[in-house]
């Protein structure tokens, strides 16, 4: 994941103290994600994965610890969360919440078959029937209002404008009745854990909330579904049809899906954006919000047509 925070080897051992993990064998650096800084962390005990949340407060911390203890108590596969010595889920270091999960074996694979991806759609309608925890937020952390608070500041860019046009359509084209349910949020490619073609877990429940279920459907077709800049209808037909084989659509859902497909590619570039472009200025990322806005030019001119036939 992203290395934002560094820490000595005597903070490491600071925070390691609070937890019961063992004898520590090594500790490796984990590349990839966007928004946290993580340590593999290898003890007698097993593996564990160390992350410190470089965006969010305590607040949105103990809700996702909670999300993540509520799934366990479910049985939904993903990562479980390692309790401190003190029962605590989480604890702090300088000011930034930290929490450690258990390490799961297996492989992110950037380019799914249509095996894996039916996978998905099946798991993704068996999470949106869950009980969501009472303390899961009722917004999605980068949908419209994250939208609109970034279009109220003053910076003058290109995209912006294209961004507010994408905002003012989707506040007309959504129906705000869709049902909503316990999503991920963020269902791309790198946060789905396979071993042996079969899938194992769906990780990173940082933006879960209770929320439209076509918006993570949506979500995962941008994120699983497109390859080099270019949707894969067949695809998301496969996502669309596994997940149908478990949560059936109605009909009005079906013709929202092609707006909640393109709200998501929408959100996922805003998203890229403001990170890149705002928040953690990097020349070298500034430019992947493209990729993402391309895919919600996509989806668009395919107006009406159903993404199910």
Same mark, same amino acid.
């Given at each position: 994941m992203a290395r934002y925070s560094k820490l000595t080897d005597k903070e490491l051992n600071l925070l390691l103290e609070q937890y019961d993990l063992g004898l520590v064998l090594q500790i490796s650096p984990i590349e990839g994600g966007?928004? $946290?800084?993580?340590?593999k962390v290898s003890t007698a005990k097993g593996d564990f994965t160390l992350s410190i949340c470089d965006e969010k407060n305590g607040?949105?911390?103990? $809700?996702f610890t909670a999300i993540l203890e509520n799934l366990e108590e479910q049985k939904f596969p993903t990562t479980r969360l390692v309790k401190t010595?003190? @029962? =605590?889920?989480?604890?702090?270091?300088?000011? &930034? !919440?930290v929490y450690i999960k258990k390490f799961l074996q297996g492989h992110t694979i950037k380019e799914l078959t249509p095996k894996m991806i039916q996978q998905v759609g099946r798991s993704m309608a068996e999470l949106h029937l869950?009980? %969501? !925890?009472?303390?899961?937020? *009722?917004?999605? !952390?980068? @949908?419209?209002?994250a939208i609109g608070n970034l279009l109220n500041r003053s910076i003058t860019h290109q995209y912006l404008d294209w961004l507010a046009?994408?905002?003012?359509?989707?506040?007309?084209?959504?129906?705000?009745?869709? %049902?909503? @349910?316990?999503?991920? =949020?963020?269902?791309?490619?790198d946060n789905l854990l396979f071993e042996e073609g079969s899938l194992v877990a769906i990780l990173d429940f940082e933006e879960a909330c209770h929320f439209y279920k076509l918006f993570d459907i949506g979500m995962a077709c941008v994120g699983c579904c497109a390859n080099d800049g270019y949707? $894969?209808? *067949?695809?998301?037909? &496969?996502l669309l049809g596994s997940y149908a084989a478990v949560s059936p659509f109605t009909s009005s859902e079906k013709s929202q899906l092609n707006i909640f497909v393109e709200y998501a590619a929408v959100a *996922?570039?805003?998203w890229r954006f403001r990170q890149y472009n705002v928040k953690h200025p990097n020349p070298g &990322?500034?430019?992947?919000?493209?990729?993402? *806005?391309?895919l919600a030019d996509q989806i668009h001119t395919l107006g009406s047509t159903s993404l199910l036939d």
């Open positions: 966007q928004a $946290n800084s993580s340590l607040e949105e911390i103990q $809700n010595k003190a @029962g =605590g889920r989480f604890i702090f270091h300088n000011s &930034k !919440p869950l009980i %969501p !925890p009472v303390a899961i937020d *009722s917004s999605f !952390p980068y @949908g419209i209002e046009e994408k905002k003012s359509y989707l506040e007309q084209a959504i129906d705000s009745d869709m %049902p909503k @349910g316990f999503i991920h =949020g963020d269902i791309f490619w949707f $894969n209808l *067949s695809l998301i037909k &496969k *996922s570039s805003f &990322k500034a430019d992947s919000y493209k990729e993402l *806005s391309s």
